[in-house]
């Protein structure tokens, strides 16, 4: 490009999304007079996402704003929580984030999630007929226009994704709602409607029983149930008020 040079500065938290030379303070930039602030941010790697207030020279401004020489921007992160309008609060995981998925599912959040690779248009498709916010660590599929919402999930590790995915957007949490396999909701059950998918020892040591009422899978306090237990208890606590 070659056009009017501004001078912008990307908050830390969103740091890791640019070159190192451009992670402290404001660095120079030059523009080509007619693209947006918004495609200006992405084509420095942020993406749009992640950004929230755009402010030039002291001031809010939107995506769509065109910079002038001399401007200097402030990338700033996104507030939290985060309020997402216009549907109730769901989201949509990809194939990488099967565990975070489940863990979700097990808090009572609506959560759609395919352990095939969708693509990335098939899911930004999906986003927006269903009105789920997209979360992702590909910030390409972050960057289509088509989302309805999307969000970066900055760690691999799982504990971590969860707590940053309920500090940010603040879910409704309804604990032992809905099945961790397919995301529909549960219902109590009786032994007999259960009996085929139980082992003899499970048959003879449990008595109650709750099933999906989309899939039919049961569900009762097993093996690991104290670690899933731990996960609810911390959750409700840190998260839940």
């Not at 996104?78 to 609060?89: I, K, N, S, Y």
Request: proline share 6%; with cysteine.
């Amino acid at each position: 490009m070659n056009g009017p040079a501004i001078h912008l500065e990307v908050a830390p938290e969103l740091a890791l999304f640019v070159p190192h030379g451009r992670r402290s303070g404001a660095t120079p930039v030059t523009t080509d007079g007619v693209s947006t602030l918004g495609h200006v941010v992405e084509s420095l790697g942020v993406p749009l996402t992640e950004a929230g207030t755009l402010v030039v020279d002291g001031r809010e401004v939107p995506t769509s704003y065109v910079p002038v020489a001399g401007d200097h921007v402030e990338v700033r992160p996104v507030t939290r929580p985060q309020r997402v309008p216009g549907a109730p609060l769901r989201f949509l995981l990809d194939v990488h984030l099967g565990t975070l998925a489940r863990r979700l599912r097990l808090l009572g959040v609506d959560t759609a999630y395919e352990s095939t690779d969708l693509g990335d248009p098939a899911l930004a498709a999906l986003s927006a007929a269903e009105r789920r916010v997209m979360l992702s660590r590909d910030r390409g599929l972050l960057r289509r226009r088509e989302l309805w919402a999307g969000a970066y999930v900055y760690s691999t590790r799982p504990e971590e994704q969860l707590d940053d995915i309920l500090d940010r957007f603040r879910p409704e949490l309804r604990p032992w709602t809905r099945c961790t396999a397919c995301n529909g909701l549960l219902k109590e059950a009786t032994k007999e409607e259960v009996a085929d998918q139980l082992a003899g020892g499970t048959h003879r040591s449990y008595d109650v029983f709750a099933q999906c009422a989309d899939c039919g899978r049961a569900y009762w306090k097993g093996a690991h149930h104290e670690q899933l237990e731990a996960i609810v208890t911390r959750a409700l606590e840190e998260f839940g008020g």
